[in-house]
Each structure stands twice: as C-alpha cells, then as structure tokens.
C-alpha cells in the first residue's frame, strides 16, 4: 500500500531522516519506534504532505532551508510532491502529536469541522462509530475541547482523523502524556479501528504498550532504520527491550 | 427626548454592526488581518458612483456589480498580498493596511473629494414611530443588520466552509491535516468580507457624502466593535455594537458632538485594558489554561 | 541512481571560525568587518562640508531622513522588545507639541526646548502606553494605530494648543549647521547607542521578552517593567525628532500626528530589515530623499510608500539588511549528496 | 519558631468555565522535603504549578509561602520569593546559545541582591550552572544556539534556568518528559544532591520508579481533587490510588 525508497530530509545543513526505506501493506498495524527527535514526526509530516506546508511557510519567512528527496508511493502512485489536501482525499490522515484539537468549538463541533471533505450520506454512521469507539466523547459532547483533559483531547483528535474515513492511519505519538490507563484504552482502540479494514501507521516513544499488537515494526535512531521486524521478534531482541523498556 | 434617544441609538448600533461585520469575519472568526476593509467600503461607495454617472447603470444593476466586483477584489487580495506573508500576524496587518491607504490615497490623489459624490437612497419617505420620526432608509439599516447577524452565526456555526474558517483560525495544520484547503478557506473569507463591507457602504453612505476619512472611521470603528465585542463571537459584534451606537448617541444628544469618536478610542483602550479578549473573547482564557 | 544536488550554505571567511565574538587575526580581516560600518559613516560627516557645490535642497532632504531614520529606530528598539507599533506619529507628535508649547509661550529658545520636548514627549508617550504594555502583537499595534488619532482629534475639538490651525512662529534653529550636525549626530548617536544596548545582558533580557515573556516571568524579572524602559528610550528618539522638527519648520500642528510620521519610519525599518539598527537607517535613506523628490505629486507620495510597503513586507520579508550581510557572509554552493 | 513548614496551601480551587481543574487542595511542605505530585492525565498537575508560582490567578483558596501570602500575586514576584519552576512544554530562548539562556535569569534583581553586584564574568557563572546540570564545561554544548539541542537537552536547560535564580523551592513539572533513559540516570542524582543541600522540591512526574526513589512524600491527584497524600510506599498499597491511576502499573 505504501512504499517510501531512500527517504532524505534536510533542515538547512542538518539532516532529519537519512536513506530511510520502510513498506506497509494493506491491513497491517505497523510501528515506527524511536526515543525523540530521533525524526519519526518528519517522516509522518513527509508522508502526510505537511512537510509541504511547512517547507512552504518557512520559505516565506526566510527561515531554515528544507530539502525533502527520495520517492514516497502510494498504491503504486507516486505522492512525494502531492498536495496534502490531495493526499487526505485518497485516504492518507495524519494525527498529529500533542492531541491537536480545535479549541474553541465544543467536542461535536471539532467533529463537524473534521467531515469537512465528507460529502456522502452514511457520515451519520462514522459519527456513531467515532462514540462507540470512544464511548467517553458521547457526553462530553457540548463541553469545550478546550477544556476537556489531555487524554479525552487525544480521544477527540483521532476521533476527527477517523471523521475523514482514513485508508491509511497515520498516527504521531498517540500515547504521548498519557497515563497508563490511558494507553491501555488507546491501543485497544487501535485495534478495533484496524477491525475496520483501516492500515495503521503509529509513530512512537513507549514501544512497550505497542509492541504486542503490531505486525510489524521499525526502530529509527537519529532518523537511520536501524532495526526492523515482527513484533514478536522485537519483543524479545535485547537491543530494544534494553532502549526501550528501559529496563 | 428619550424617545428619540432609544431609537437612535438603536439606528446607529445598527450602523457599527453592519460596519463592523465584514471586519469581524475575515479578522476574528478565520484570523485573516483585512485592514484594508475601511477601503473597501468607500471604494465600494465610490463605485456605485461611478457605474450610476458615467456608465448610467440602473441602480439595482450598480448594486450588485459593485458588491461582486469588491467581493472578487479580496479574493484576489488574499492570494496576490497575503498568501506569501500567511502566518506572520503582523506583516499581514501591516501588508493590507498599506493597502488600504494607498487605495484611499489614490481617491483623494484622482480628486474624489468635492461634494457631488454621494448615492441615493433606497427607498424615499419617512414614518414615525413613538413621535420619533425615522426615515424608511435607517429601518432598512435596521432590517439588513439584523438579518445579516443572524446570516453569520448560521454561516459560521452549520455551513461547511464557515466551520472551514473557524477551523484555519484556531489550528491551521490540524485543519490542513483534514483536508481543509486553509489558503482556499482564508481567501473565501476574505471574498465574504469585503462583499459584506460593500453591502454596508451602499446601505449606509446614501446618509451622507462619501469622503476619504471615513475610510480611516470604518477600519476604527469596526476594530473598536471587534475588541470590545470579542474579536470571534458574533453575539459580541452584537452586543458591543448596541453598547457603542448607545454611547454615541448619549454622548451626541447630552455632549458636544465632536467627541463621539474620542468615545469609541476610549471604549478600545478601556476594554483592552481590562479584558483584553473582549467582553465574548474566550482566547484569554484558555490561554491561560495551556 | 542520478547525481543529486542541493544547494548549500556555507559560511564564509572570518564567520566560519567564531559564532559571534570576532577575534581579529589580520589587517585583511579587520578592514573586512570595519568596512560595512566606517564608510557610511564618514560618507555622512563630509556631506555637509559639501553644501556650496550641492545647494540647498538636499540638506532639507538629510535633516528630514535623519528625523525619520530617528523614528524608524525608536520603532526597531520597541520590535526587539516584541512591542510592533503602527504608531510612531505618537512619539513625533508629543514632542512636536510640547517642545513648540513652550517656545511658544514661555519664550524658550530651542536649546532648551527641544531637550524638554525630548523628555516631555517620551515621558508623556510612556505614561499613556503603559495600561496597554501587557498586550501582545496585534492588539499593542491597533492601539498605537489609534493613539495619534485620538490625539489629533481631542486637540482638534477642546482648541487647546492653537487647535486645528496650530501654532506658527515658533523660533528657528541658531544656524545651518547647528540644524545638520546636531540632526547627523543625533542619528548616529542613537544608532550606535541602540545596537550596544541590544547586544548587552540588557538587550538579551528584552529579546528573552520578546521570544518567550512567559519564560522570563519564571526567571523573576518585572516584564512591563523593561517594557517601560524600552518604550521610554524609544520614546526619547522619537520625541527628539518632533521636538528638533518643529523648530525646523517653526510650526506645531496637526501634521505631527499626520499618518506620514507613522507609515514612513515602519516602512524604512521594514525596507531596511527589522531587529537591525542599521536597516532602519538605510531604509530611511533610501525612503526618504525619494519621497522627496515626489514631492511635486502631493498626496500620490502616500500612496507610493504604501506601494513600497506592500512589496517589501511581501517581497522580502526579512528586508534588505538581513539579505546583504547573508549574501556578505555566506556564500552557496551546489553540494552533490553522497 | 523558625518556621518549619516552606509553603501552606489552603483548599486551592480553580474552575474553567464549568470544570474544576483544581478542587479544595490542601498541604503544606516542609523546609528541605522533596514532594512528589502524580496523578492520570487531565487530573490539574500542571494548572497546580500554574497556580502557585501565579501564572493562573485561583478561583478561591489561600497559599503561604515562607509565612507570606502569595495567593494571586504576579509571577516575577513569587519567582523573586525564590520559588523557580520549569516548564512542561519547555520555553527556551531559541535564537540563543545555551549558556546565554541564563544570563537573562541572572540578570534578576533576586540574584543581584544574593550573588552581590560584582559575582565575576556572568558567562562563567552561567557555564558553571550548565556543569551543575550535567554538561561538560568544554563540551560544544554552552555553544550551540538552544534550537538546535535534542529535547531531553533543553529539559536540563530549564533546570539550570531555575537554579540560575538560587531558588528555596523548586518546582519540577514533568522534568523527565521527552529525556532518554540515560539523560534520566543524569539527572537524578542531581536532584537528590540538590535535596540534600536542603532546597525544598516538588516534582510533577509520570515516570513512578524513578520519583519513588527520591520522594519523601507523594501526593496523588485525580481530577482536581487530592486522593492520597502520604509516603511512597503507603501510596503504592492504597487502594484507591491503583483503581484510578496505578491499576495497569501494578499488574504486569
């Protein structure tokens, strides 16, 4: 489903993401896993077609000078220099780290402003699935999303992702700042979003909460693949368990 | 004397709301700074006039050219000035006030200043209500202001592109991440607004001549309405248009009448001093939450 | 796999050794970073000299662009502190005021008016901003836009200082030279005085506000207390220059409140590169003597800076200074990826 | 007396539009004791620290610090008491190098009245606080302009910015958020050697193993309220704590 080959990106004269090469087929949960600015939120800005946006911006304020090259294809179609907008068309949603919401409309507002590209008629089904997934969003619906807490606005932002009727699920560090109740509700729900016939991208710090539920995963230091392999096989390869788990 | 305060007032609370909501909306409710908005206005004004004199368009017809042609202006705008400054609040506000001043300097250069230049009125005739007497023109004020408020809050609340604006103000890549076109968004808001500035030029400046100040007046006065309202929430236009029209009549009626727009100026500095994110503002607020 | 490049930039000479402490090791060197600073400079003393061969006209052009670049620098002072004003007129205008207030009633000669209007003007300035100190970028910008006119407009209805028409008659400046030396020298002073303010502890404590004020409330440091200060000294510049003007002109009216006075020092600084002393001044003196030369178009002038604003805003954000000293330090080079 | 306890908090409420972020908080901290503040997600951790260092003005309820009313006070003035605290999203001075980023601290009216007006090169001072923290004083990090430092880096900034103003508490607000494993083995023992100095500490924390080991008390919140305030060990038995926060901690 999706190929990226030799993947570069450049801040100025540093280098973010160097040579990375990774695959995902139709169906699967896989997992980038690094500790941080180890260039996972590059590569999923990249593939999402935010990196655009943002080359664009900061070229407008004279600021740092990105270079994005390699060959990002999606289903076979080559995607590195398509509009993000284009991209969340063909199926392609990004949830961007620290629970990004909208926050002065209430909860079902934020949800509203999410099917903005949903013209069909069974929106009314992707609400309900949205509040069965995320039971606790239900009656926090006329609250400000401001004001709701960390984990409920992290709920809400995979939520509005969910309202685009994503093909591939790119999620940026979903269990970011969350309790371990918290994690623990949020990879269940990765799972049953998967049930749905949606591939999932994760993006993440805490490896442990994750690793039994991916097919397959990548570790990425200093934005270099340097491991790759079933979730089973990372579980019990010592180099991980000792980055990660910390133990 | 109370009477006719009362319905005054209420006339020219309708004047700052319809002044003031082409403003609020590309500058509050998408965060798009339009400070060429006073130009606009008179611009509008001065078009009316001319497709009427040297064109001799029937008045309808003028009416309707105008708002498109101004509506199509900032659309233009929007991808001509501000797309490249997108982002940095100030070079966007220093960028369409520049505008705005050349347009407006360009008139009074091209001679637009004697007293010829003025539109006529809708509808002639007067009424009187209460023992006040009120020309048909003012009710129409009144009618059109009212109708376009409640036009914004169910643009902006139920429709798909006002929730677009609303999206692009509060998190721009969040709602880039979900397919909403932002520079698209921003440059239909601005369309909007500006087509609402027209719309309250011809209704309005048939009351008067059209000068060049004025243009400096609407830009102060829709700020004003903005501030003290809260610069996103359309209850606030509401709200602080009734509290600005009120005091200016006060003051006009009681006062000298001379110190009507040092009034507006003082309500800028109070509110700003005190609750900066205006009486409906929220962005305070949660500000202070993060 | 085909060759790719990419462009590179490096930095060159002197820079590459050292981030910003400059350690002189050559003659060579030394006249490369003395050069872009002396030469103006002394471009300036001689002009003046030159007053027989280059006539009158031009000097009126330097007196004005000093005032001006005054302004642009009072207005960069305030943007390093992240206080952005569409305003200056306000600066210009209470100094205009009360320097020609009390020449004109109190008969004080222009040596002594202009050095109150200074301190009047900036201490006036400073009191009526400081309620509105704790804004931040767009809502500190519209009140200063609105400043100067509620001014023009409260002198214009309660007829106090000689109302809409103004006073007239005011005492001229002793000679041709008092008038170019003291407006140069002046310039240069607040020039030169602003960048080793900005590049001490000091002007590190104003940018830390400017960037991040919630963080040097942490470090428990008064924010609108350095605010203060720095609207203060900006206000001195700005305050000389109307002062020092009115004297020139011999007349205080509502002019000195007058849009030209707000629009023309931000558009220098904004032509020049903001947060760099030295842009301001080069976008007033690029500005400046063009606009005079427009004078014969009238009101046409406002409409042309406003042109030049649109394009330097859009065009070159970061202005014209940043872009010469990148282009004087830095050279690019296409890099083949290994 | 010399007054034993450093701060009193006396039922700290705070409501946003309808949600109690903070409910009727009550305690006190005594001088040189290190607090650890734990709790889920969302339940006021940060908007605590907000209120005592006055950066959130409380709906209600009282705070002393060193026997002096603080409640509502501005934030420079509380951080002038000596109370310093770090910030979750870090906040440092992007354009500027490492070690200039505590010259602006320095530059404080409380550190000129405590180093004395003449304390030598404000550079050497501000590169011996980056040794403090863990920073070799010849490494290249002093000098690296503080946007192109790896996060868990800027977190130690923050640190050093804080013991720039010699504080008598310290407030740590999820310092070790964003560090790598080693980074927290860092810093730890620098924490623990600030204690023992006597500085009174309170640390907002997820990470549990490592607060556990410092901590002289632990204090739990959930949603605003306070469940649970009493030593490490007694707040890992209780039960209330592991139903609402701890629950999937203990079991695997």
Known sequence: MLEIKNLMVFFENSLAINDLSLEVHKGEIVGVLGSNSAGKTTLMNTISGLMIDIKRKEDRRGGERITVLGEVRFEGEDITN????????????????????????????????????????????????????????????????????????????????????????????????????????????????????VTILVSEQFARPLLPIIDRGYVIENGIPVLSGTGQELINNPEVKAAYFGV | MIGSVIVYGLVSSAVLALTAMGFSLTFGISGVANFAYGAFYILSGFLVWMLLNYLKFPFVLAIVVTIGVVGVLGFVTYWTILLRVRGVAL?????????????????????????EFTIPTFVKGMVVIAGVPLDYQRLFIIGIASALVLFLYFFTHYTRIGLAMRGIAQNERTAISLGIESDITAALSLALGSAMASVAAIVILPLGIISINT???????????????????????????????????ITGTYFKSEWMAVVYLAAIVLVLAIKPSGLFGKFKELEERV | MAMRYRKERLDRGIKVRCDDVFALSSYREALYLALPRLLPVAILLIFPLLKGVVGLYYEKALVITCAISLLALSWDLM????????????????????????????????VVTIPLGTLGGALFCTFLLLPVLRLRGVYFAIITLTLPLLLSRFIDTTKILGGGEGISGLSPLPNIWFELYVAIVAMLVCLFGFRRLINADYGLVLQGIRDNDRAVMGGAINIYRFKAQAVFIAGLAGSFAGAFMTHYYQFVGMPAFAMDYSILPLTAAVLGGPGTFAGATIGAFIL?????????????????????LIVCVVGLPEGIFHYMRRKYHQFERIREID | MEERSILEVENLTKWFGGVAAILQVSFSLQKGEL???????????????????????????????????????????????????????????????????LIIPLYSSRVKRLRGGNYGNRDDVAIDLLEDVGFERDSFVPYKVASSLPHGYLKRLELARCLALRPDLLILDELFSGMSMSEVAGTLPVIERLNEEGLSIIMVEHRLKELFRVAHRVMVLNFGA????????????????KTAYLGSEAED
């Open chain 2, 215 to 249: 243009g400096y007046e609407v830009l102060l006065i829709a700020v004003a309405v903005g501030i003290v309202g809260g610069l996103e929430s359309v209850p606030g236009i509401l709200v602080a248009s009734l509290i600005l029209g009120y005091a200016q009549v």
């Open chain 1, 82 to 197: 398509m509009e993000p907008g284009k991209r969340v068309k063909k199926g392609i949603v990004l949830s961007r780290e620290r629970h990004p919401i909208f926050p002065d409309s209430s909860v079902e507002e934020n949800l509203k402003i999410a099917a903005y590209l949903r013209r069909d008629a069974d929106v009314k089904k992707t609400y309900e699935f949205v509040y069965t997934v995320f039971f606790r969003l239900k009656d926090l619906r006329k609250r400000k999303a401001g004001f709701c807490s960390g984990g409920e606005q992290q709920m809400l932002a995979i939520g509005m992702a969910l309202m685009t009727k994503p093909r591939l699920f790119l999620m940026d560090e979903p269990l970011l700042g969350l309790s371990p109740i918290l994690q623990r509700d949020l990879t269940r729900a990765i799972k049953q979003i998967r049930g749905e016939g």
């Open chain 4, 226 to 241: 306070k469940v649970v305030d009493g030593s490490p060990r007694e707040v890992m038995d209780s039960e209330a704590v």
């Open chain 2, 91 to 115: 070079s966007e506000v220093i960028a369409t006030f520049a505008l705005g001043v050349g347009i407006l300097e360009l008139f009074r250069w091209l001679g637009f200043v004697t007293y």
């Open chain 4, 35 to 101: 607090l650890g503040v734990v709790g889920p997600n969302g339940s006021g951790k940060t908007t605590l620290v907000n209120l005592l260092t006055g950066f959130v003005k409380p709906s209600s309820g009282k705070v002393m610090y060193q026997g002096r009313d603080i409640t509502g006070q501005r934030p420079y003035k509380i951080a002038a008491l000596g109370m310093a605290r770090t910030f979750q999203m870090t906040k440092p001075f992007y354009q500027l190098s490492a070690f200039k980023n």
């Open chain 3, 288 to 308: 400046v003597p063009l606009s005079e030369a427009l004078r014969g178009f009238g009101t046409l002038r406002v409409v042309f800076y406003s042109a030049i």
């Open chain 3, 79 to 110: 943007a390093s502190v992240g206080l952005l004003s569409l305003g200056q007129a306000l600066f210009f205008g209470a100094g205009a005021y009360i320097a020609g207030y009390l020449n004109y009633a109190f008969k004080l000669s222009p």
